[in-house]
């Protein structure tokens, strides 16, 4: 595909879904509704901008176009998009902080499940934190395969 022939902004979504992994344990409908929220929640997106048609991010993404046009459903069905027939699909104007607040309290009960995980499996606060502080600072994708130098830090250290 030509990614240099399309309009600036679908260049742009088309960058930023990119990084969807259809190697992840997370559906590729899933990722594709969760990076378009993620992106309306930090600005990326905004009111009235067009996303990709379904054949343009399904043949970027290499996916079905059934699986795209299941994310474009149901993100419609959320309220945060629309589409206006033979326009396009368009962001919803108005849902810029209900959808930082959505996205915002998902990721802090799946930040807290997984801390609960790993207090339960033994590991301690330094541990924990050692995690987090060296998983801010390496660059990753959502959904995407965790970094060496994170894996690293798997290694049970022995205790004194």
Do not use: W
């Amino acid at each position: 595909m030509n990614v240099k022939g399309l309009r600036k902004d679908t260049r742009d979504v088309l960058s930023m879904l990119s990084s969807i992994d259809i190697n992840s344990s997370v559906a590729v409908y899933v990722q594709i509704e969760n990076h378009v929220q993620f992106a309306i929640a930090s600005g990326r997106l905004k009111p009235t901008d067009q996303l990709p048609s379904v054949r343009e991010l399904s043949e970027q993404l290499n996916v079905n176009p059934n699986t795209v046009a299941k994310a474009y459903r149901d993100l419609e069905v959320m309220g945060l998009l629309y589409t206006r027939r033979g326009m396009g699909v368009f962001i919803n104007k108005g849902i810029e902080q209900r959808c930082r607040e959505d996205v915002r309290k998902r990721i802090i009960g799946r930040i807290y499940e997984v801390i609960s995980e790993a207090k339960a499996a033994g590991l301690t606060s330094s541990e924990i934190n050692e995690i987090v502080s060296k998983s801010q600072t390496v660059a990753g994708t959502p959904y995407g395969p965790t970094p060496a130098s994170v894996l690293q830090l798997s290694r049970s250290k022995k205790k004194k």
